[in-house]
């Protein structure tokens, strides 16, 4: 389908115009304000002068007490969730593809499940869990938790790139000499990484983006991770949209970047299996 | 000691192995296993048995069986009733328009125009951001005073229809609705997009040949082809909708004056500020059944569709 008259184009262009103007331009208002003054802000004008434009407020937001720490726990606890998840799901999904084992498609099923309860069910009676075990206020067990709501989805999606791989490949390497783990990660990861990347990458944008279980899990600053500290910042410095945005643009900045680097494997991962029909 | 003979060595070896083998995928399976199980399902189930108590957040570790009391109580509670049809209509409409522009901009995005790989890349950006990075852009794109849309109003003569959008009965819902096709729409569309790739462009070709237009080919060949994807998504997304607690905690905290107040607004605020936990259990499992129902419709509903 070429755009075979001019006019035609014409239509494209102003469909993708109006589809990306709603898409973008509350992130470039965002980007544009974080980096203007509080007057300016509050001038009701479309554009800064150059004299508005300031780095002043990404300075502020470093000064504001717990932002670094937020910023920290984030990382720490996503980055955490991201391996964890790719290691047991891999790990899982090698189980699931390679080895025939009983009560495998029950597991699968039941393993899919969790994906539809509410999540504001599960928190209750993981509070309780989590109280028991002395979890409550600590990464380990937000790292835990986090870990449960990405797992499934790995699982899945990883079961799927392992079955698609030849098993001659590991029955070669097996009579090579090659131990059952060392197929797993010398001859499988090589062949599924996209699959790896795009099961960390959708853990880590859950950890990274969770509001709801921190909110409970998480009772100090110890603990607590950018979305809190953003509602935080909303709830408490009202006025100061400088200090919101620019700190909003620095929780949104890790997730840009990998998102620009796993943007191809993406929407294969995620839809893993559901395209073909 | 006896020398087993080469045969029942070879024998005994391979039992082992085979046994070995077995206990080793069970082993490297074990740890998803005890996650997956251990913190999904257990919690779910006691979840359920805890709607059937008193349960409390001052003591969570004593409660009383109260029977279907929790479920009685909350079916009677006026906020509920009007938390559960906001819930509904969310979903309806939010996934209902996330398939139709979906569909429209994978359109869009299909056709081979200069530059179309720029937006194809950067379409699914709304979608990885955290949620409360789209709450504060869409709050401060409404604020009363200073936001962009305000701005822009009495820009155009339009001051009039300024207002503080968030803090509007009507609008504030709307807004909720715009802020998840904001997010979702795009995710629809690169899904769809992918599929229609998939479709052979000889189908269409033979439709040509047969006279056939642009929306007729839309509508014999690329719909019931993605058929399949839309059942997807649109699970995918009704779970989503539905579940969804983020984006009206973050905004509106369910205002104003119970507005847009959704089931997992209320039942996080009956548990977490009202330390009434066996209460929003039951809330929780009348969600779950309701989703149940829900997933299952969606689903007779594209196989009816299908067997036309």
Redesign the interface.
């Known amino acids: 389908m070429k755009g075979r008259f001019p006019i035609r184009r014409l239509i494209i262009y102003a469909g993708l115009l109006v589809f990306y103007s709603f898409l973008l331009l509350p992130i470039i208002w965002l980007l544009l304000s974080s980096f203007r003054n509080t007057d300016s802000i509050q001038s009701g004008r479309l554009l800064p002068g150059w004299s508005e434009i300031t780095v002043g407020n990404y300075i502020a937001t470093f000064q504001i007490s717990n932002f670094v720490t937020y910023l920290v726990n984030s990382f720490v606890i996503a980055f955490s969730v991201m391996v964890l998840t790719v290691l047991l799901g891999s790990l899982g999904a090698y189980a699931l593809s390679r080895f025939t084992l009983k009560g495998k498609r029950l597991f699968m099923m039941a393993a899919l499940l969790p994906q539809f309860f509410p999540y504001v069910l599960v928190l209750i009676p993981f509070y309780v869990l989590m109280s028991n075990l002395n979890l409550v206020d600590s990464h380990l067990g937000l790292i835990l938790t986090h870990t449960s709501l990405t797992l499934p989805f790995a699982l899945w999606m990883l079961t799927g790139y392992f079955n698609a791989i030849p098993k001659e490949l590991d029955q070669a390497a097996l009579i090579d000499g090659c131990s059952r783990l060392g197929v797993l990660f010398r001859i499988l990861y090589p062949v599924a990484i996209p699959g790896l990347v795009v099961a960390g990458f959708f853990a880590f944008v859950v950890s990274w983006g969770d509001y709801l279980f921190v909110s409970i899990l998480s009772q100090s600053n110890q603990t607590q991770t950018l979305p809190i500290g953003l509602q935080t910042f909303m709830s408490s410095l009202e006025v100061q949209w400088g200090l919101i945005t620019a700190g909003t643009v620095l929780a949104i900045v890790p997730t840009v970047i990998f998102f620009s680097i796993v943007q191809r494997q993406l929407v294969s991962g995620l839809t893993a299996g559901a395209v073909k029909t | 000691m006896h020398f087993a003979s080469p045969k029942s060595v070879n024998k005994s070896v391979s039992i082992w192995i085979s046994l070995s083998?077995?206990s080793?995928?069970?082993a490297?399976?074990f740890?998803?296993?005890f996650?997956?199980?251990?913190?999904?399902?257990?919690?779910?189930v006691?979840?359920i048995l805890?709607s059937f108590t008193n349960k409390s957040l001052i003591d969570?570790?004593h409660s009383a069986y109260v029977g279907f009391d929790n479920y009685l109580k909350i079916l009677k509670e006026p906020v509920f009733q009007i938390a559960l049809v906001h819930s509904l209509e969310l979903t309806f409409f939010a996934v209902f328009l996330q398939v139709i522009l979906g569909l429209?901009?994978a359109t869009?995005l299909?056709?081979?125009?200069p530059g179309i790989h720029f937006?194809r890349?950067?379409?699914?950006?709304?979608w990885?951001?955290?949620?409360?990075?789209?709450?504060?852009?869409?709050?401060?794109?409404t604020?009363p005073?200073?936001g962009?849309i305000n701005?822009?109003l009495?820009?155009i003569g339009l001051e009039r229809l300024g207002r503080n959008w968030f803090g509007d009965e009507t609008y504030a819902f709307l807004l909720v609705l715009i802020m998840h096709l904001?997010r979702n729409?795009?995710?629809y569309a690169?899904?769809f997009?992918?599929?229609m790739q998939?479709i052979p462009t000889d189908l269409?070709e033979a439709a040509r040949i047969d006279g056939a237009g642009d929306w007729r080919q839309f509508w014999f060949i690329t719909l019931p082809?993605l058929?399949?994807?839309i059942l997807?998504m649109v699970v995918l997304h009704v779970?989503f909708t539905?579940?969804n607690?983020?984006f009206v905690?973050?905004s509106t905290g369910g205002g104003p004056v119970n507005a847009t107040e959704v089931?997992?607004t209320y039942?996080?605020k009956q548990?977490?500020n009202g330390y009434m936990?066996g209460y929003?259990?039951a809330?929780?499992?009348l969600?779950?059944v309701i989703?149940?129902v829900l997933?299952l419709a969606c689903n007779s509903l594209t196989r009816g569709l299908a067997q036309e």
Do not use: C
Request: charged share 5%; hydrophobic share 60%.
């Open positions: 083998r077995k080793f995928g069970y490297i399976l740890p998803a296993l996650v997956i199980l251990g913190l999904n399902l257990y919690p779910t006691s979840g805890a969570p570790s429209v901009m869009l299909i056709q081979n125009v937006f890349s950067v379409a699914m950006i709304t990885v951001l955290p949620i409360i990075a789209s709450v504060v852009m869409f709050r401060f794109l604020l005073n200073y962009l701005v822009l009495r820009d904001w729409v795009p995710f690169v899904a997009l992918a599929a998939a269409y082809n058929r399949y994807i997807v779970t539905f579940n607690f983020d905690y973050l089931l997992p039942i996080y548990a977490w936990l929003a259990s809330g929780g499992v969600m779950l989703l149940v997933v």
